[in-house]
Nanobody, 128 residues
């Protein structure tokens, strides 16, 4: 049974930082593309960062480039999203997502939600 479990969300002041974690179980994701998406209230889900677990190539939305960092720790079966210099517009529910296809690189469609088969339940980030 595949599970993606996010944690680390919370409420911070503008300029603050958070580290989100996505624990992966039941799934050998080591050759897969994974991503973080976010969905503000009343808006569509948008991709913010993606990582090709095999090789570690990362991709970022322009709105978060230089402030957010996606990383992996395969020993802990966890993908992280470090959020720095947070702005009120970063407030959203953040979701972890995984492509179930092994060996298919992220490049080209890494922020299309439909490419990701597994999703977590989300963790809320509030910025005041």
């Amino acid at each position: 049974h595949v599970q993606l479990v996010e944690s680390g969300g919370g409420s911070v002041q503008a300029g603050g930082s958070l580290r989100l974690s996505c624990g992966v179980s039941g799934y050998a994701y080591y050759r897969n593309c994974m991503a973080w998406f976010r969905q503000p209230p009343g808006k569509e889900r948008e991709g913010v960062a993606a990582i090709m677990i095999l090789g570690g190539t990362t991709y970022y939305a322009d709105s978060v480039k230089g402030r957010f960092t996606i990383s992996q720790d395969n020993a802990k079966n966890t993908v992280y999203l470090q959020l720095n210099s947070l702005k009120p517009e970063d407030a959203a529910m953040y979701y972890c997502a995984a492509d179930r296809r092994s060996g298919i690189y992220c490049s080209g469609a890494y922020f299309r939600p439909e490419r990701y088969y597994y999703w977590g339940q989300g963790t809320q980030v509030t910025v005041s």
